[in-house]
């Protein structure tokens, strides 16, 4: 792979008229991705980057995360999502930045960060592969202090669409039923996600507003999938050790205004978390948090 190294973060205002303009048809990119499409040979570098503070007091009021002198472990998605979006907008890159849906993260810290800390990160696409609601890609950021690498991040989104195996056997549907008595009650709007948008750089047009979400088939605005990662983490991130893997799924979305009912047990020397609807029980978000080595 070459490896281009940027100047400085990319902002919303240059990637996301990117974004739009591969919808469109003629110029934009293709509707349906091939399951032979290559992805671009190219990883994506920025070099001695310094957290913001005020942005991250902001990130963590939003979601209810302590906020001190290390890094949370969901804001390493926050600092990557700029080069993973610059991945996303390069014309060689077959899936659409926008209609793009996030299914799964996981996160491997290998220490704590200092907020003080420069790091440097390097984000690549690989892995394109069929599943059976589409065609699925992995976006993989590592978090460097000089040489040493101290976090490996890694989303997966889901382009839609049909592939051959669209007709495979398919797991047992969500759960539709009452659910325990919550650990807590999380409320949430769309001020808040607005204020989360903001605070992360992910001003995807389904989280700001209910008509711009409703053009990609969402009846209501919906959460981020990362808010959710993030705010299921509020009642134990200060207790977490340096070095931890938290990897999520998530569900059908939070569509704003919600509440939804979390969950947090202790399993296996870590936690097991969860956001599940108030009524009907059904996952919007399942995770695994345990300690590395």
């Known amino acids: 792979m070459s490896t281009v190294t940027l100047s400085a973060v990319p902002g919303p205002a240059t990637i996301y008229p990117k974004a739009v303009s591969a919808m469109l048809p003629v110029i934009g990119k293709p509707a349906k991705v091939a399951t ?41 998605f926050v600092l990557s999502f700029p080069l993973a979006m610059t991945v996303m907008v390069d014309p060689k890159f077959p899936l659409g930045a926008i209609g793009s849906v996030h299914i799964e993260n996981t996160i491997e810290r290998f220490r704590a960060i200092g907020v003080d800390e420069p790091l440097t990160i390097e984000t ?54 009452v659910p325990p008595p919550p650990d807590r009650i999380v409320s949430v709007d769309l001020g808040l996600i607005r204020q989360y948008a903001d605070a992360s750089g992910d001003r995807n047009p389904i989280h700001m507003a209910d008509l711009s979400a409703k053009a990609f088939g969402f009846s209501k605005a919906i959460a981020h999938g990362m808010w959710s990662a993030a705010t299921a983490l509020a009642n134990i991130e200060g207790s977490l050790p340096g070095a931890v893997t938290y990897t999520v799924r998530f569900g ?4 704003l205004p919600a509440k939804v009912n979390a969950y947090t047990e202790a399993v296996d020397g870590g936690y097991d978390v969860s956001l599940l609807n108030r009524r009907k029980g059904y996952p919007h978000l399942t995770g695994t948090v345990r300690p590395r080595g």
């Open 252 to 255: 059908k979305p939070i569509l």
């Open 36 to 76: 032979d499409a290559g992805l671009p040979d190219t990883v994506f570098r920025l070099e001695d980057i310094r957290i913001d503070r005020d942005s991250l007091q902001k990130y963590c009021h939003t979601t209810g995360l302590p906020f001190g002198a290390t890094v949370p472990v969901t804001y390493l």
């Open 124 to 177: 690549h696409a690989e892995r394109l592969r069929a599943h059976r609601k589409g065609m699925l890609v992995d976006m993989v950021s590592e978090f460097f202090v000089g040489a040493e690498r101290v976090a490996v991040q890694t989303s997966t989104f889901l382009k839609q669409q049909r592939t051959s195996l669209s007709d495979g056997a398919r797991g047992p549907a969500p759960k539709e039923t």
